[in-house]
């Protein structure tokens, strides 16, 4: 089995940053690509942002130039830096691993808030 541990989340105002962590333990070989993943009251899960084994990275359109993603390959640890943060950024952040043979793993989820 595996776990996925997330952390750094809270309560922030405008302008403000913060740095999420996503911890995986268990039965982990390797891992293809971690990312980050929001849900925003009513809406859909969207994209926030990948890293590949080969420390590719993506980011949506809407953190590029805010948020760097990074990971920690010797603890199989991702982070999320959340720099500039705006009140559209509020959500419940979800971590993803992609294991080989297409085995996806989540996290739990970690509120952020941002609000004056």
């Known amino acids: 089995q595996v776990q996925l541990v997330e952390s750094g989340g809270g309560l922030v105002q405008p302008g403000e940053s913060l740095r999420l962590s996503c911890a995986a333990s268990?039965?982990?070989?390797?891992?293809?690509?971690m990312g980050w993943y929001r849900q925003a009251p009513g809406k859909q899960r969207e994209l926030v942002a990948t890293?590949?084994?080969?420390?590719?990275?993506h980011l949506s359109d809407s953190v590029k130039g805010r948020f760097t993603i990074s990971r920690e390959r010797a603890k199989n640890t991702v982070y999320l830096q959340m720099n500039l943060l705006k009140p559209e950024d509020t959500a419940v952040y979800y971590c993803?691993?992609?294991?080989?043979?297409?085995?996806?793993?989540w996290g739990q989820g970690t509120q952020v808030a941002v609000s004056s």
């Open positions: 268990g039965s982990i070989h390797s891992i293809n690509t």
């Open positions: 993803n691993i992609i294991m080989p043979l297409g085995r996806s793993y």
């Open positions: 890293i590949t084994s080969g420390e590719s990275t």
